[in-house]
């Protein structure tokens, strides 16, 4: 089956650095097959006999801790889920095209609670909208992401869950990398 794993935290700020192709070889070491990665973020491609995302992603966070000494949270996609993340966008007034790094989806680990859904709408601020569907977060921030208090902390902290952010652009270009 082909996946997508989503690391947060690397290679921001000189922080938890890791060489793409030291991530690529990484992978490879734990017999992943079609190891693609796609830009310094963290995004990684690849297929694997293995069913169970947590595992998948367990296992891969362990490799990184061992081998370069920190911790990297990891949330991992299916091709069929990405496909839905796209094709459910919920901003159908926003030219998506013309505002692909204002239109984000933050990746949640689970579900978030019904009353920690309801309670991060008070910070959005308009024209900034916020909507959750099961375990993604679509933003849109028309003055951009870097002038936002909608950050991918500020949203693992009231979400309570733990999460990080790709803009539209990385989203489409991931799902057409991943062959769908």
């Known amino acids: 089956m082909k996946y997508i794993s989503i690391l947060r935290g690397i ?15 990484l992978y490879e070491s734990l017999e992943f097959e079609e190891v693609t990665t796609y830009i310094q973020s963290g995004n990684v491609i690849f297929s694997s006999k293995l069913k169970n ?42 030219n998506l095209v013309n505002n692909d790094t204002k ?4 990746f949640l680990s689970s579900k978030p609670s019904k009353s920690d859904i309801e309670n991060i709408q008070k910070y959005v601020i308009e024209p900034e909208r916020l909507i959750i569907n099961n375990t993604h977060v ?12 909608l950050s991918n902390s500020f949203i693992e902290h ?23």
């Open 11 to 25: 290679n921001v700020s000189g922080q938890k650095k890791i060489k793409m192709a030291d991530l690529k070889s």
């Open 103 to 106: 239109v984000l989806v933050t």
């Open 138 to 149: 679509y933003l849109f921030c028309p003055n951009g992401y870097g002038k936002t208090n």
């Open 53 to 94: 995302k947590s595992d998948i992603a367990k296992s891969i966070e362990l490799a990184i801790k061992e081998k370069f000494g920190f911790q990297v949270p990891v949330q991992i996609r299916t091709v069929q889920e990405i496909s839905k993340l796209i094709t459910a966008i919920p901003f159908d007034d926003v």
């Open 158 to 180: 009231k979400l309570n869950k733990s999460s990080t952010t790709r803009n539209w652009k990385t989203v489409c270009k991931l799902h057409e990398l991943m062959g769908s």
